[in-house]
C-alpha cells in the first residue's frame, strides 16, 4: 500500500518533489520533521511538494484514499508543534513553499491574490511595489508563509491598527479534505450569504482544509512612520498611555509594545552592541515602544507624537522618552524589542506563554501572577515583555538564577503552565493569543474552553474531515 502511495504521490508531483526515506534512506529531512524551537522532531513517510493548487487537490485526493494523514507546512517557523508530523513515520507533509505565486494585484479594490506559500515579506515586498501596504509584520516574516500566517490567524506588531491576519484576509481557495477545490477568492468586502466559510479555514492550523490561496487587503502607504521609546513607572501607566495614544493619535497608532526591565536586562546582558534606553533605570520598571504613522507628513506625525508625550508626561505616565530621529534610529529600537526571545534563549530554557488578557485586567493579572509564582516557586525570574496594545502578553518564566535550566524545566513546566494559565481564566484571558494550540497546548484547551465550544469543534472537524485525516491529533481531538 505504501509503496503504491508514494507512486501515486511522484505521478502527481514528480520525482523530484517526493523526498522519502523509503526511496533514499540516507535523505535529511529534519527541516520538515522538526520543528522551529527544536522542541519536537518527527519522523515523515514523505515530504511532498505540490506546484499547483491542482496538484494539492490530487495529493489529497491519493492521500485519502490510502486513508494516509497529511500535515500540512508552510515555512516551519509555527511554536506549538503544529506543522510536523508525529514520530508515527505514516504522515504525509504537505510542503506548500512551491505555491508561491502573485496571481494578482488589483490596486483600485486595494487587493492583493497571492498563493499560501509565499514568503510573508515578499508579499509586503510586492505590495510596496505597487506603492501599497500589506501589514502583517512579524519577525518570522523573513520566513513564514502567508498560508502558515493565516492558518495560525498571526498577529504581529501591527494589530493595533491592522488587526490579525483574520482581518487582512478577504477570501480563500482551499482544498477540502476529500480533495475538491473551493474557489472562494471574492476580494469581496461584503457578502452576506450564509456561514462565513473563510473564517472558519483561518486560525483552524491545519486541520480543516488546505489553504492554497488568498485574496488579501491592502492599504495606502502612510507618508511618514515615527518610533518613540518611553519609561514608564508601572504597567498601570503604559495602560493609561495605550489610552491617551489612541485618543490623541487616533489611526495613527499603529504600534504600542511593552517590555519589563528584566526582559531588557537580558538584551543588554547578552547583545551589548545593542543600546538599551533607559536600560537599569529603577523609575522604569516598564518600557513602551510606540509607532505613529501618518498620512500627511513626518513633520504632522512629529508633532503629534510630541503633543501625546507632553500630555503623558503631564499625567504622571512618562517618566522619559525618546523620538527616533530617522529610520535608522527606529529600527534599532524595533530591534531591541525583537531581540528579548532571543535574549532569553541565550540565558538558558525558559517556560514561554503567549497569553491574552482585556487590556485594563493586565496590570492586577501580573501582579497576581508574578506573586502566585514567587510564593509557589520561589526564585523564579519573570519575563514579561509583549504586544500590549491588543491585550497580548509574552509572559515567560526563566529558571532561577542559580539552578539547573534543565532540571527546572523537567519538574516544573507542567506546575507553571498551570499556574499561569489559571490565573489567565481568572482574568477572563486566553491560553493562546497568537500561536495557536497545535499538539503544544491540545490537552489544555479542554481545561480552559468550555464543552459547549469544544463540541461545535469536534462537530465542525467530524463534518470537514470525517477520516481525520488532516493534521490529526491538533486543535481538537476528534
Ligand atoms: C521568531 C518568530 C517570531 C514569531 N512572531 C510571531 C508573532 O509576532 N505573531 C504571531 O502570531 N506568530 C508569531 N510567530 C509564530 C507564527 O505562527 C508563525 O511564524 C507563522 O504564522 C507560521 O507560518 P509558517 O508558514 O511558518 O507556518 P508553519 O509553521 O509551517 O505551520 C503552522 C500551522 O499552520 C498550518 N499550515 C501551514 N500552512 C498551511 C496551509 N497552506 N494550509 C493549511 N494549514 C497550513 C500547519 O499545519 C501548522 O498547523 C513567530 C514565530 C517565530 C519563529
Not at 37 to 53: D, E, M, N, Q, Y
Not at 251 to 263: N, S, Y
Not at 300 to 318: P, Y
Request: hydrophobic share 45%; net charge negative.
Amino acid at each position: 500500500m505504501i509503496p503504491a502511495l508514494l507512486e501515486a504521490l511522484r505521478t502527481i508531483v514528480g520525482d523530484a518533489h517526493v523526498l522519502t526515506h523509503h526511496h533514499e534512506p540516507a535523505l535529511d529531512l529534519t527541516a520538515w520533521e522538526q520543528d522551529w524551537r527544536r522542541r519536537v522532531r518527527g519522523k515523515a513517510l514523505a515530504v511532498v511538494r505540490p506546484g499547483s493548487t491542482a496538484e494539492v487537490a490530487a495529493v489529497v485526493k491519493a492521500c485519502a484514499a490510502a486513508g494516509t494523514a497529511l500535515v500540512p507546512q508552510g515555512g516551519n517557523t509555527g511554536l506549538v508543534v503544529g506543522g510536523t508530523p508525529d514520530d508515527s513515520g505514516t504522515q504525509v507533509v504537505l510542503a506548500l513553499t512551491r505555491l508561491n505565486a502573485v496571481r494578482a494585484i488589483d490596486a483600485a479594490n486595494l487587493t492583493m491574490t497571492v498563493e499560501a506559500g509565499c514568503i510573508l515579506q515578499n508579499l509586503q515586498d510586492a505590495a510596496a511595489q505597487a506603492g501599497l501596504l500589506f501589514p502583517l509584520s512579524l519577525a518570522a516574516e523573513g520566513s513564514c508563509t502567508i498560508g502558515g500566517n493565516l492558518a495560525t490567524n498571526a498577529g504581529g506588531t501591527q494589530v493595533v491598527r491592522y488587526g490579525n491576519a483574520r482581518e487582512l484576509c478577504l477570501g480563500l481557495e482551499v482544498v477540502t479534505a476529500q480533495g475538491e477545490v473551493w474557489e472562494g477568492l471574492t476580494g469581496l468586502r461584503k457578502d452576506n450569504t450564509g456561514y462565513d466559510l473563510r473564517d472558519l479555514f483561518i486560525g483552524s492550523e491545519g486541520t480543516l482544509g488546505v489553504i492554497t490561496a488568498a485574496t488579501l487587503k491592502l492599504y495606502p502607504q502612510p507618508a511618514a512612520s515615527l518610533t518613540a521609546w518611553a519609561a514608564v513607572p508601572s504597567l498601570a501607566h503604559a495602560v493609561t498611555l495605550l489610552g491617551l495614544a489612541h485618543r490623541q493619535l487616533g489611526a495613527g497608532l499603529t504600534g504600542f509594545e511593552v517590555m519589563g526591565q528584566f526582559a531588557l536586562s537580558l538584551v543588554g546582558k547578552h547583545m551589548p552592541q545593542l543600546r538599551v534606553p533607559f536600560l537599569g533605570d529603577e523609575a522604569a520598571p516598564y518600557c513602551v515602544l510606540l509607532e505613529n504613522s501618518d498620512s500627511e507628513s513626518e513633520a504632522h506625525a512629529r508633532q503629534r507624537f510630541e503633543q501625546l508625550l507632553e500630555t503623558a508626561f503631564g499625567q504622571g505616565c512618562v517618566g522619559d522618552a525618546v523620538v527616533a530621529e530617522n529610520l535608522s534610529q527606529a529600527q534599532q529600537l524595533w530591534h531591541v524589542r525583537e531581540s528579548i526571545p532571543l535574549a532569553q534563549a541565550e540565558e538558558g530554557l525558559n517556560v514561554k506563554h503567549d497569553v491574552s488578557i482585556p487590556v485594563s485586567r493586565i496590570p492586577d493579572f501580573v501582579a497576581a501572577t508574578d506573586a502566585l509564582l514567587q510564593r509557589e516557586i520561589p526564585g523564579v525570574r519573570l519575563v514579561n515583555f509583549g504586544h500590549l496594545g491588543d491585550g497580548n502578553l509574552h509572559y515567560n518564566v526563566q529558571a532561577p538564577a542559580d539552578g539547573d535550566a534543565k532540571a527546572f524545566l523537567r519538574d516544573c513546566e507542567e506546575r507553571v503552565n498551570m499556574l499561569v494559565y489559571e490565573s489567565v481564566a481568572a482574568f477572563g484571558g486566553s491560553i493562546s493569543a497568537e500561536h495557536g494550540v497545535g499538539a503544544l497546548k491540545v490537552d489544555k484547551l479542554p481545561h480552559f474552553k468550555p464543552a459547549v465550544a469544544l463540541d461545535m469543534m469536534r462537530a465542525i472537524k467530524r463534518a470537514l474531515d470525517p477520516q481525520n485525516l488532516l493534521n490529526p491529533g491538533r486543535v481538537v481531538v476528534a
